[in-house]
C-alpha cells in the first residue's frame, strides 16, 4: 500500500512522515530522486536520492522514474524499482506533489494508493516558512507561496482532507486512516485468496 502526503512546502508533511513512521511498525518511506542541492541536516538514501540534473534525466529516458516534476527549479520523482519493492512487503508513506498524485494515481494499477492533502492557512504557512531551520530566502519563500492556490486548487484528488493546526491530532487522525485503509485491503485479499 502506498501512502501519499501532499500539501503546499511547509504544511508540516516530513514532520508527520518522520513521526508515523517512528509510531508504526509496518510503515516506511521511499526517498525520491532530486537534482536540488543536500541541505545540512539530509541524509543521502533517507531523505533523498541525490543526482545531478544529467543523471535525473536519464531515469527519465530509461522510464526508471513513475512521476517527476520541476519544483524551484529542481527535479524531484519517484523511483518505479524502490516504490515497486517497498509496496509489496509493506506500507509506505512518501511526500508527493499534486501533480505527482494524479499521475501515481494514473499508473499504480497493483499496488492501493491512499491520498491525504495537508491544508494550511496562508499566513500560518508564511510564518512556519519564515521560521525554518533552514532559513529559506526571501524569493524561496515567495516561490513556495506563489504555488499556494494552485496545490490548494487540486484537493479534489483526494481520499482525505485535514487540517494540520494541532500536530498531535493530525499525526492520530493519520495513523488511523492508515489503520483503517491497510485493515481494509488486508481483508479483500484474504477473501481474494479464499
Do not use: W
Request: glycine content about 4%; some cysteine; charged content about 35%.
Amino acid at each position: 500500500m502506498l501512502v501519499i502526503l501532499s500539501g503546499v512546502a511547509g504544511a508540516g508533511k516530513d514532520t508527520i512522515i518522520k513521526a508515523i513512521t517512528k509510531r508504526m511498525d509496518n510503515i516506511c518511506t521511499v526517498p525520491s530522486f532530486t537534482t536540488r542541492q543536500q541541505r545540512a541536516d539530509d541524509v543521502p538514501g533517507v531523505s533523498y536520492n541525490f543526482v545531478s540534473k544529467e543523471e535525473f534525466e536519464k531515469l527519465i529516458d530509461n522510464g526508471d522514474i513513475y512521476e517527476y516534476d520541476i519544483h524551484h527549479n529542481h527535479y524531484y520523482g519517484s523511483s518505479k524499482r524502490l516504490i515497486n519493492e517497498k509496496a509489496s512487503k509493506s506500507i509506505v508513506i512518501k511526500d508527493i506533489d499534486v501533480n505527482g498524485t494524479e499521475k501515481l494515481k494514473e499508473v499504480l494499477k497493483d499496488i492501493k494508493v491512499v491520498t491525504i492533502f495537508l491544508r494550511v492557512p496562508k499566513e500560518e504557512l508564511q510564518r512556519r516558512l519564515e521560521n525554518r531551520i533552514d532559513k529559506l530566502s526571501h524569493k524561496e519563500i515567495m516561490l513556495r507561496l506563489n504555488r499556494f492556490d494552485y496545490e490548494e486548487s487540486k484537493m479534489d484528488i483526494y481520499d482525505y482532507v485535514l487540517q494540520n493546526n494541532n500536530l498531535e491530532k493530525a499525526l492520530e487522525i493519520i495513523q488511523k486512516i492508515i489503520e483503517q485503509e491497510y485493515k481494509e485491503e488486508q481483508e479483500i485479499k484474504s477473501s481474494k485468496e479464499s
